[in-house]
C-alpha cells in the first residue's frame, strides 16, 4: 500500500515569504499526486493535480508543483504567500484507481 | 449548493449509542467515499461505493461501523456502540468515475463526533 509522508507539522513565515512543503511517497508504480488546501472553517478542495506531462504543475492561487520521480517527491511552493494562504495543506497519492491517501498534513500559519 | 452536503455538522454523544451520518454527494457522480480524520492526522479511507455497491472496506472500519447508499445516490454512515477512540471528524467526499483518472474528490463540510 502506498503511503505519504509529510515533513512539516506547522510553518510559520511572514506576508511574501516564499513557501516550499514537502512531500514524499512511497510506491515504486505509477501515481497521480495532489495537492490539497483545507482554509480554515471550509472543506478540503483541490490546489492541483499530476498526472502525467510536465513534471512541474501549476495550480490555483498562484501554487505549483514540482514531481521528482526519483526522489518519490511532489513538493509544493508559492514564491510569495498572502496571509489568505494560512491553511492545513495535504499531499496525496492515488495508486489504485479509486482512493486517494493522504499524509499527514501541514499547517501554515502567514503573519500579516 | 450543488457541493457534497453532510448532515449532521457537529453530533456529540454518550459512549454507547449509536450516531448516524448522512453524506448528499454531487448528483452525478456515482462514485462517493467516507474517510476519518483525527486531529493532526490527515484523512483516512474508510469505505467507498461505485452507484449503491459497495466495494472497499478499509481495516479502520470495524464491525460496529456500516455504511449504506441504497439507491446510489445518498449514503449513511452508522456507528453503534460508540467509543471515545470514534471521535473525529468523518468526511464524505463524492467523483465521477475514476478517481485519480478524472483527478478530483469533492469534499463535504464534514460530520464532527465527539463521545463523551
Known amino acids: 500500500a502506498q503511503s505519504v509522508s509529510q515533513h512539516n507539522h506547522h510553518v510559520i513565515l511572514s506576508e511574501a515569504a516564499s513557501l516550499e512543503l514537502g512531500c514524499n511517497y512511497s510506491?515504486?508504480?505509477?501515481?497521480?499526486l495532489f495537492w490539497y488546501v483545507q482554509y480554515p472553517g471550509q472543506h478540503l478542495q483541490l490546489l492541483l493535480k499530476?498526472?502525467?506531462?510536465?513534471?512541474l504543475v501549476k495550480g490555483i492561487k498562484g501554487f505549483e508543483a514540482e514531481f521528482i520521480k526519483s526522489k518519490f517527491s511532489f513538493n509544493l511552493r508559492k514564491p510569495s504567500v498572502q496571509w489568505s494562504d494560512t491553511a492545513e495543506y495535504f499531499c496525496a497519492v492515488n495508486a489504485d484507481d479509486y482512493k486517494l491517501s493522504f499524509g499527514a498534513g501541514t499547517t501554515v500559519t502567514v503573519r500579516a | 449548493d450543488t457541493g457534497v452536503s453532510q448532515d449532521p455538522r457537529h453530533k456529540i454523544t454518550k459512549r454507547g449509542q449509536n450516531v448516524t451520518f448522512r453524506c448528499d454527494p454531487i448528483?452525478?457522480?456515482?462514485?462517493l467515499y467516507w474517510y476519518r480524520q483525527t486531529l493532526g492526522q490527515g484523512p483516512e479511507f474508510l469505505t467507498y461505493?461505485?452507484?449503491?455497491?459497495?466495494?472497499?472496506k478499509s481495516r479502520l472500519l470495524s464491525d460496529r461501523f456500516s455504511a449504506e447508499r441504497p439507491k446510489g445516490s445518498f449514503s449513511t454512515l452508522e456507528i453503534q456502540r460508540t467509543e471515545q477512540g470514534d471521535s473525529a471528524m468523518y468526511l464524505c467526499a463524492s467523483s465521477l468515475g475514476l478517481a485519480g483518472n478524472t483527478g478530483e474528490l469533492f469534499f463535504g463540510e464534514g460530520s464532527r463526533l465527539t463521545v463523551l
Open positions: 510506491y515504486g508504480g505509477t501515481v497521480n
Open positions: 448528483s452525478e457522480h456515482n462514485r
Open positions: 461505493f461505485q452507484n449503491e455497491a459497495q466495494l472497499e
Open positions: 499530476y498526472f502525467s506531462g510536465d513534471p
